[in-house]
């Protein structure tokens, strides 16, 4: 790729990389240069080709203006250890004691000082490996600049989730938060996270799991629309691992949520799901890779869109099966429901595949929501309006689905019926 | 309660005329049938009546209670007391069955400005309901006819008919697909129904669901028309000899 030459991308690169202790600087300093080296991602990037990156990478964070609607809480009944987060700044009265049984939750902040941590083999590893064959400029500038983050360490089976809170308060906010996530061997942990973050929210994750472990990953953006988000998970899975992600988003004028994964252990099993609604200037890009390095690997991704009024969906999502990768089973399907004939959903699904003996599949498909379903609805006294979001409900279930905890499907469901319901007032 | 004069719709993707002229009044209390070989235009009379898209009325009227059925949305006739058992329920994946009963029932005591059933409330009367249709729990629960058998369907849409408790019913050929043990246990739900202030109109193509739901009235279309009126023996004529004589003799 290009040297950055763009008048606007020249000042996220020139920023002075944060104090700190000698394992994280020596972390920076090489994602500093990773990134040097690429240049931030430019419109003429294929890999931008649907997605304008100018507002992520723009000096200051495009003003957003907050949400004034009722939020409804979510996760509620969900016992949890809450860690909060406002505009990307770590929230200690908010917060719980960071303090769970076989994990151990630090922030960033608080270790980045020390000059040795066990985060240092991690912090910046999978998002340096994340960054071949395709580049990924703006999480290497996260691993750069971020000052704050949660490392949690699971090795044992987690008592309850962790969930990480973010909340926008300021117009201006521009926040970057890398949390880095080691599983031992058989460790087990879900994680959740939910809220808007700020005006612009950078965001990585890395998911490191030894054999065995499992990892249960929810995730909600929005009802608020005035903000945009780039955010990164990069996971690698070693031998039996399983590792899920769900996501949920609710408007949004700008998100991007890349996922990442290798599956470098044999039979190990990866699920990248999403389901996410909007309208009018809603853009919302799910892009995702996926490589199976090992035997008998198991993928899935399922993303599900709905959009309305003009709104944009972006589905990039690519399966590579490497030589000697025998048996791998993966599958792909992203599918947009559109509201009206201004919507769009622009897919490049791809498999690209070196072993001869797997079963690979995918499909991807955008239409409008089914007339005589509708009329069955109505024709029960169901008006148009709730007829429509059952319909939407129904469309989105298939991604929904593949949440595991039953609790927490309820939950997000739920939490998906209630936005819905206010919408109507 | 249901009246239709001279009624003419056209289908609209072939501009093709399929009622040419259909009179037909049901009374509150009456069970009326309609019979009629393939293609005589039963199946359009019940789409146009609850107001399915695709279809232009050119000609008359249709009024449930004096009020215009035509110029309603398909909500608004539901909520104004008309109900029709589908003759292919549509599967709705990812709704549960119960979520769906409780917003239809609750949207429509919305439209009439009634207060909403407690979930509570809902949940005896659907479960007793349910019961008297050997519908269990795993039904209710599972997504709206996702899975269910052809009598499976047909059961449900007798239980939203009794959830619902619509003032005018039409079955359109409820019968159909249903072995006789189906067949007999839709028809008790039926039956059960039948009072003094509730209409129905049974259209089937055999005279066996006549059997167990017996009609005051039967009709025999042909040809986007009423040809025949008479009593139930109507039905049992067109048994015996088919519709054939019936046809010719109009002709």
Same mark, same amino acid.
């Given at each position: 790729?290009?040297?950055? &030459?763009?008048?606007?991308?020249?000042?996220?690169?020139?920023?002075?990389?944060?104090? !700190?202790?000698?394992?994280?600087?020596?972390?920076?300093?090489?994602? &500093?240069?990773?990134?040097?080296?690429?240049?931030?991602?430019?419109?003429?990037?294929?890999?931008?080709?649907?997605?304008?990156?100018?507002?992520?990478?723009?000096?200051?964070?495009?003003?957003?203006?907050?949400?004034?609607?009722?939020?409804?809480?979510?996760?509620?009944?969900?016992?949890?250890?809450?860690?909060?987060?406002?505009?990307?700044?770590?929230?200690?009265?908010?917060?719980?004691?960071?303090?769970?049984?076989?994990?151990?939750?630090?922030?960033?902040?608080?270790? @980045?000082?020390?000059?040795?941590?066990?985060?240092?083999?991690?912090?910046?590893?999978?998002?340096?490996? =994340? &960054?071949?064959?395709?580049?990924?400029?703006?999480?290497?500038?996260?691993?750069?600049?971020?000052?704050?983050?949660?490392?949690?360490?699971?090795?044992?089976?987690?008592?309850?989730?962790?969930?990480?809170?973010?909340?926008?308060?300021?117009?201006?906010?521009?926040?970057?938060?890398?949390?880095?996530?080691?599983?031992?061997? =058989?460790?087990?942990?879900?994680?959740?996270?939910?809220?808007?973050?700020?005006?612009?929210?950078?965001?990585?994750?890395?998911?490191?799991?030894?054999?065995?472990?499992?990892?249960?990953?929810?995730?909600?953006?929005?009802?608020?629309?005035?903000?945009?988000?780039?955010?990164?998970?990069?996971?690698?899975?070693?031998?039996?691992?399983?590792?899920?992600?769900?996501?949920?988003?609710?408007?949004?004028?700008?998100?991007?949520?890349?996922?990442?994964?290798?599956?470098?252990?044999?039979?190990?099993?990866?699920?990248?799901? =999403?389901?996410?609604?909007?309208?009018?200037?809603?853009?919302?890009?799910?892009?995702?890779?996926?490589?199976?390095?090992?035997?008998? !690997?198991?993928?899935? &991704?399922?993303?599900?869109?709905?959009?309305?009024?003009?709104?944009?969906?972006?589905?990039? !999502?690519?399966?590579?099966?490497?030589?000697?990768?025998?048996?791998?089973?993966?599958?792909?399907?992203?599918?947009?429901?559109?509201?009206?004939?201004?919507?769009?959903?622009?897919?490049?699904?791809?498999?690209?595949?070196?072993?001869?003996?797997?079963?690979?599949?995918?499909?991807?498909?955008?239409? @409008?929501?089914?007339?005589?379903?509708?009329?069955?609805?109505?024709?029960? !006294?169901?008006?148009?309006?709730?007829?429509?979001?059952?319909?939407?409900?129904?469309?989105?279930?298939?991604?929904?689905?593949?949440?595991?905890?039953?609790?927490?499907?309820?939950?997000?469901?739920?939490?998906?019926?209630?936005?819905?319901?206010?919408?109507?007032? | 309660?249901?009246?239709?004069?001279?009624?003419?719709?056209?289908?609209?993707?072939?501009?093709?005329?399929?009622?040419?002229?259909?009179?037909?009044? +049901? /009374?509150?209390?009456?069970?009326?049938?309609?019979?009629?070989?393939?293609? %005589?235009?039963?199946?359009?009379?019940?789409?146009?009546? %609850?107001?399915?898209?695709?279809?232009?009325?050119?000609?008359?009227?249709?009024?449930?209670?004096?009020?215009?059925?035509? /110029?309603?949305?398909?909500?608004?006739?539901?909520?104004?007391?008309?109900?029709?058992?589908?003759?292919?329920?549509?599967?709705?994946?990812?709704?549960?069955?119960?979520?769906?009963?409780?917003?239809?029932?609750?949207?429509?005591?919305?439209?009439?400005?009634?207060?909403?059933?407690?979930?509570?409330?809902?949940?005896?009367?659907?479960?007793?309901?349910?019961?008297?249709?050997?519908?269990?729990?795993?039904?209710?629960?599972?997504?709206?006819? +996702?899975?269910?058998?052809?009598?499976?369907?047909?059961?449900?849409?007798?239980?939203?008919?009794?959830?619902?408790?619509?003032?005018?019913?039409?079955?359109?050929?409820?019968?159909?697909?249903? *072995?006789?043990?189906?067949?007999?246990?839709?028809?008790?739900?039926?039956?059960?129904?039948? *009072?003094?202030?509730?209409?129905?109109?049974?259209?089937?193509?055999?005279?066996?669901?006549?059997?167990?739901?017996?009609?005051?009235?039967?009709?025999?279309?042909?040809?986007?028309?009423?040809?025949?009126?008479?009593?139930?023996?109507?039905?049992?004529? +067109?048994?015996?000899?088919?519709?054939? *004589?019936?046809?010719?003799?109009?002709?």
């Amino acid at each position: 790729m290009a040297a950055p &030459q763009a008048k606007e991308s020249a000042a996220p690169l020139a920023r002075p990389l944060p104090e !700190g202790g000698v394992w994280i600087t020596a972390a920076r300093k090489a994602a &500093q240069a990773r990134l040097a080296e690429m240049g931030l991602p430019q419109r003429r990037d294929e890999y931008w080709k649907f997605t304008k990156p100018d507002s992520l990478t723009a000096p200051e964070a495009p003003h957003a203006v907050l949400f004034q609607g009722e939020v409804p809480e979510v996760f509620g009944t969900v016992d949890r250890l809450r860690i909060v987060f406002v505009d990307g700044v770590f929230d200690a009265q908010a917060s719980d004691d960071l303090a769970l049984e076989a994990v151990r939750i630090e922030r960033l902040a608080d270790v @980045a000082v020390q000059d040795i941590h066990w985060a240092r083999d991690l912090y910046g590893t999978l998002e340096a490996r =994340g &960054q071949d064959p395709v580049p990924r400029p703006l999480a290497a500038l996260n691993t750069a600049q971020a000052c704050d983050g949660v490392l949690i360490h699971v090795t044992g089976r987690a008592s309850r989730p962790i969930h990480i809170v973010y909340v926008h308060k300021s117009e201006t906010s521009d926040a970057i938060l890398h949390h880095c996530i080691r599983l031992d061997e =058989g460790a087990e942990l879900t994680l959740l996270e939910t809220g808007p973050a700020a005006a612009r929210f950078n965001k990585v994750i890395e998911v490191d799991m030894a054999e065995r472990a499992t990892f249960h990953h929810l995730r909600i953006q929005g009802p608020d629309h005035e903000r945009r988000a780039i955010t990164h998970t990069f996971a690698r899975l070693a031998r039996e691992a399983v590792f899920k992600t769900f996501t949920l988003t609710a408007n949004g004028v700008l998100t991007r949520n890349e996922c990442v994964v290798e599956i470098n252990g044999d039979d190990a099993s990866a699920h990248v799901a =999403g389901a996410a609604m909007g309208g009018g200037d809603f853009h919302h890009d799910d892009t995702v890779f996926v490589t199976h390095d090992a035997l008998r !690997g198991e993928s899935r &991704q399922v993303f599900k869109k709905v959009l309305g009024n003009g709104a944009t969906g972006v589905f990039q !999502g690519k399966i590579l099966v490497k030589p000697g990768a025998q048996k791998t089973d993966g599958y792909q399907i992203s599918q947009a429901l559109l509201l009206d004939d201004d919507s769009q959903f622009l897919a490049k699904p791809e498999l690209e595949i070196y072993a001869d003996d797997v079963a690979c599949s995918h499909g991807s498909t955008s239409g @409008a929501i089914d007339e005589d379903a509708l009329y069955y609805l109505r024709a029960r !006294g169901i008006p148009r309006p709730i007829a429509t979001d059952l319909m939407v409900v129904s469309f989105l279930a298939e991604a929904v689905a593949e949440i595991a905890d039953e609790g927490l499907r309820d939950e997000i469901i739920g939490h998906f019926e209630v936005w819905l319901e206010r919408r109507h007032g | 309660m249901l009246e239709i004069k001279n009624l003419h719709v056209d289908l609209e993707e072939e501009d093709k005329a399929i009622l040419k002229g259909v009179n037909l009044t +049901v /009374e509150a209390g009456k069970v009326h049938a309609i019979m009629g070989p393939n293609g %005589s235009g039963k199946s359009t009379l019940s789409y146009v009546l %609850s107001g399915r898209g695709g279809y232009t009325v050119t000609e008359g009227s249709a009024t449930l209670d004096g009020e215009n059925l035509l /110029e309603m949305e398909p909500e608004e006739r539901a909520a104004a007391g008309l109900f029709l058992a589908f003759q292919y329920p549509v599967e709705i994946p990812g709704v549960g069955n119960m979520t769906f009963l409780r917003t239809a029932v609750n949207a429509q005591r919305k439209a009439r400005g009634e207060k909403e059933i407690s979930a509570a409330d809902f949940l005896k009367l659907v479960r007793e309901k349910a019961k008297a249709l050997k519908i269990d729990a795993d039904m209710l629960k599972r997504p709206v006819n +996702v899975g269910f058998s052809g009598g499976e369907k047909k059961r449900n849409e007798i239980l939203q008919m009794a959830m619902l408790e619509p003032r005018m019913c039409i079955l359109d050929e409820t019968d159909s697909g249903l *072995d006789v043990d189906a067949m007999r246990l839709v028809a008790d739900g039926v039956n059960a129904l039948r *009072d003094e202030g509730r209409g129905f109109l049974v259209i089937t193509h055999y005279q066996r669901l006549l059997d167990h739901i017996v009609p005051d009235v039967v009709h025999i279309m042909s040809d986007g028309r009423i040809i025949r009126t008479g009593g139930p023996e109507l039905a049992l004529e +067109v048994e015996k000899n088919g519709y054939a *004589d019936i046809l010719t003799e109009v002709v």
